[in-house]
T-cell receptor, first 113, second 112 residues
Framework: DAGVIQSPRHEVTEMGQEVTLRCKPISGHDYLFWYRQTMMRGLELLIYFNNNVPIDDSGMPEDRFSAKMPNASFSTLKIQPSEPRDSAVYFC???????????FGSGTRLTVV | GDSVTQMEGPVTLSEEAFLTINCTYTATGYPSLFWYVQYPGEGLQLLLKATKADDKGSNKGFEATYRKETTSFHLEKGSVQVSDSAVYFCALGDTGRRALTFGSGTRLQVQP
């Protein structure tokens, strides 16, 4: 198995532009999580899905952020418009049983200038 | 709500030294506990876990015991190597909420 696959690995964009981050979970994993990591705030849960349905989006910072999971093998996290304070590493993780832990992707490092 | 508290880093050790990274938690019920490791430029990897009180998780020479009476899950290794240099995260899983709650992470630097 190739693990959780995220793209792109790095993204540099200008303030105000739309940014789309992508994630392919491990096949058979019913849960998908999006986290954001910064020096100041550490790891923050943004949203998670179960069977493609958003279950908890209370961590999504504001309306500029949206996430979708159109099918079991693909999810996107979109920021529109992007701001410099959105600069962070965004991780996707998947699991078939969260009580046994997750598998994380390698992350997307986003820089908004 | 649930929370995880880890010791502040960085922790700097010489090769072959003994490692302890403290982790305490606050949770209702009986959570599962985890240690994840993050190497530079990579995502988090599950290092070990324990799902009930008095369980000991172990992997790659690392160990942690789930202590309900002290609400702790300290990470230990008898002899660290330079390759163990990384950031270590303690986390708990609440059965009522599927998402893990992570601590702030502890950076370990091992010098040759």
């Amino acid at each position: 198995d190739a693990g959780v696959i995220q793209s792109p690995r790095h993204e540099v964009t200008e303030m105000g532009q739309e940014v789309t981050l992508r994630c392919k979970p491990i096949s058979g994993h019913d849960y998908l999580f999006w986290y954001r990591q910064t020096m100041m705030r550490g790891l923050e849960l943004l949203i998670y899905f179960n069977n493609n349905v958003p279950i908890d989006d209370s961590g999504m910072p504001e309306d500029r952020f949206s996430a979708k999971m159109p099918n079991a093998s693909f999810s996107t996290l979109k920021i529109q418009p992007s701001e410099p304070r959105d600069s962070a590493v965004y991780f996707c993780a998947s699991s078939y049983s969260p009580g046994l832990g997750y598998t994380f992707g390698s992350g997307t490092r986003l820089t908004v200038v | 709500g649930d929370s995880v508290t880890q010791m502040e880093g960085p922790v700097t050790l010489s090769e072959e030294a003994f490692l302890t990274i403290n982790c305490t938690y606050t949770a209702t019920g009986y959570p599962s506990l985890f240690w994840y490791v993050q190497y530079p430029g990579e995502g988090l990897q599950l290092l070990l876990k324990a799902t009930k009180a008095d369980d000991k998780g172990s992997n790659k020479g690392f160990e942690a015991t789930y202590r309900k009476e002290t609400t702790s899950f300290h990470l230990e290794k008898g002899s660290v190597q330079v390759s163990d240099s990384a950031v270590y995260f303690c986390a708990l899983g609440d059965t009522g909420r599927r998402a893990l709650t992570f601590g702030s992470g502890t950076r370990l630097q091992v010098q040759p």
